[in-house]
């Protein structure tokens, strides 16, 4: 009994030692693991975007026109700020056709010269969008600047114009490497006082320009 008594009192300092230790690791272990999950709060991304779309006229943009539907490219910038939730905002712009066509003289009475004309924009958008796991919902408001070009005889009229006008998107995000994101978009955007519409599909490249 004495010797069981006495090799209990040995062993009892080394286990609550042992203890300590595995405690004062797990101390400096929590601090480490919480001040890496803040260091990624908070993101400010950069979206390159860019597809092609067709556009639609409620009624034909010229008098010589006999169509309402075109064809272009749209190509659009994102910066947006992520925080540390569902919702980012940010600014939009770029660049996109609604429509461009061209008119011979011989074909059209009232044309002396052969005539070329593009509508093509501008967004400047204050934007917004929800990431639930990797799809992509956002919206957009804001101006519109409308770049009108001429061309005839050689000789190009621009002319511009302001609209207002909203835009909207749908897409999904693949992570081939972190802070790098591409996926496809469909985006709508519309110009209701100008009766113009545009539906574009799109592929969108995400870097997370900064992380804090």
Request: net charge negative.
């Amino acid at each position: 009994m004495m010797v069981l008594f006495a090799v209990t009192l040995m062993s009892a300092p080394v286990f609550s030692q042992q203890q300590q230790q595995q405690q004062q690791q797990q101390q400096q272990q929590q601090p480490t693991a919480t001040a890496t999950a803040a260091d990624s709060l908070y993101r400010v991304e950069l979206h390159l975007i860019g597809g092609f779309g067709g556009t639609k006229y409620t009624e034909p943009p010229s008098i010589f026109s006999e169509r309402e539907v075109f064809f272009g490219y749209n190509v659009n910038a994102r910066l947006m700020w992520h925080p540390d939730h569902l919702l980012s905002i940010g600014v939009m712009s770029g660049y996109q056709v609604f429509s461009r066509e061209g008119f011979q003289a011989s074909e059209h009475d009232g044309l002396e010269n052969d005539l070329s004309l593009e509508l093509s924009s501008v967004p400047i958008h204050l934007a917004f969008e929800v990431r639930p796991l990797n799809i992509r919902f956002g919206a957009g408001i804001g101006v519109y600047l409308l770049l009108s070009q001429m061309q005839e005889q050689g000789q190009i009229t621009h002319s511009w114009d302001v609209a207002y006008g909203g835009s909207a998107w749908v897409g999904y995000a693949f992570e081939p490497i972190p802070r790098l994101r591409v996926g496809p978009d469909l985006v709508l955007q519309v110009l209701s006082d100008r009766g113009i519409a545009n539906l574009s599909a799109m592929i969108t490249v995400q870097y997370d320009l900064i992380v804090y």
